[in-house]
């Protein structure tokens, strides 16, 4: 592996008002969690392995799984679903869906997002997977892959059922994978919206947001509340100032009052006290490096994703760049190929790590390419 060092380095650029120096936080919930979205890095915690029962937070991995089947194709916003007579008989906060009534996917999307809707909850899995059990067992699968290890669902809308529990830090994972589809924030932070619905179209709904937050705290982009007498109240938030985008969950919570000013304690706290990097987007070129027996001399090396790094106010070291890439790189070469790495050092010490890969293609040359390049090289000396 061949090292490179890129002598840049970025000054930590501070406010002019120092960060608040916080005393060790305290919740009064069961179990808690603040985690910075671009790296993932955990923030705080507290209990955050222990499993519970989430309630309607349940609903971000029904609506994760829904932008990953409208982003693949499997579904579209705008298709039919057929209300079935098992999702028109849930309980609990509903839209009052009739079996054999036809919503669009959109319209199930956001009386999950809104209201928060049982009924249209199970409609959406159905939709996904054809059956309610078998959306359950992809829920399960998905939760697997995103290392939700303290997680099992038994159903779609969080009603209260045994052996469904999940825990703060895999909430977190998921919230963390369902804010990658940015269209789902203009859902989840919308107030209030009315619905039609009943075979007939006849009913009105008038949906509004559980969520107080996107009304009351400045950069809310989510996520989902929940509640029931067995998991009391409960809440995954989510806010962006600048490069700083955090999310917080609460559960356990004694009252719906308390989860909102846990989370927003929380907030509170990663924005006074922690700043995010950028570093580069995806797809930047990082590194152009020779390549032998090929159609081109030189491939570029590109992110694999965004990178940020996070970093405590007030710190005053500096951040590197460690462009490490393999020796002797021969093609064939895929687009996508990992070919290296971006360390991030902050004062020496590795605080993350991206992938370098393949911007495009890179196929063997040609003989008669190979025997131009060596008599060429024979005439210039090189």
Do not use: W
């Not at 029962?53 to 298709?79: F, N």
């Not at 994972?173 to 619905?197: A, F, G, N, W």
């Amino acid at each position: 592996m061949k090292k490179k060092t890129i002598s840049l380095f970025f000054l930590i650029i501070m406010l002019l008002n120092p960060a608040v120096a916080f005393a060790e936080l305290e919740v009064t919930c069961k179990s808690a969690l603040l985690m910075d979205y671009n790296t993932g890095k955990v923030i705080f915690a507290h209990n955050e392995h222990e499993k519970l029962p989430p309630a309607s937070v349940t609903k971000i991995m029904t609506l994760l799984l829904a932008m990953e089947a409208i982003d693949s194709g499997k579904l579209k916003m705008d298709d039919k679903v057929v209300i079935s007579q098992y999702a028109s008989s849930m309980g609990g906060t509903q839209i009052y869906l009739e079996q054999g009534e036809v919503q669009t996917v959109e319209d199930l999307i956001k009386a999950v997002s809104i209201r928060s809707a049982n009924d249209a909850a199970v409609a959406l899995g159905e939709a996904i997977s054809g059956t309610n059990e078998g959306f359950i067992n992809l829920m399960n699968e998905r939760a697997k892959t995103l290392g939700m290890n303290n997680t099992h669902f038994v159903n779609s809308s969080g009603l209260p059922t045994e052996n469904h529990y999940t825990t703060a830090y895999d909430i977190a994972l998921m919230s963390r994978e369902l804010m990658k589809h940015s269209d789902i924030q203009k859902y989840l932070t919308t107030y209030m919206e009315d619905i039609l619905v009943g075979r007939a179209k006849d009913d009105t709904q008038v949906m509004v947001n559980t969520n107080k937050l996107i009304r009351d705290y400045e950069g809310t982009t989510g996520i989902k509340t929940g509640s029931t007498n067995e998991a009391k109240y409960c809440l995954s938030a989510s806010a962006k100032r600048g490069d700083l985008y955090l999310i917080s969950v609460i559960l356990g919570a004694e009252t719906s009052n308390i989860r909102f000013n846990e989370a927003t304690k929380l907030l509170d706290y990663g924005f006074a006290n922690y700043d995010s990097i950028a570093i580069g987007k995806k797809g930047d070129v990082i590194a152009k490096i020779p390549i032998e027996k090929a159609s081109q001399r030189n491939i570029e090396l590109v992110l694999e994703r965004d990178s940020f790094a996070l970093l405590p106010k007030g710190n005053s070291g500096n951040l590197k760049k460690e462009v490490n890439y393999k020796e002797n790189i021969k093609s064939p070469i895929k687009q996508g190929d990992v070919l290296g790495s971006l360390t991030i050092l902050l004062d020496n010490k590795e605080i993350e790590k991206i992938n370098l890969i393949a911007k495009n293609d890179v196929e063997n040359a040609k003989i008669f390419l190979m025997l131009k390049r060596t008599f060429q090289s024979f005439i210039t000396g090189n």
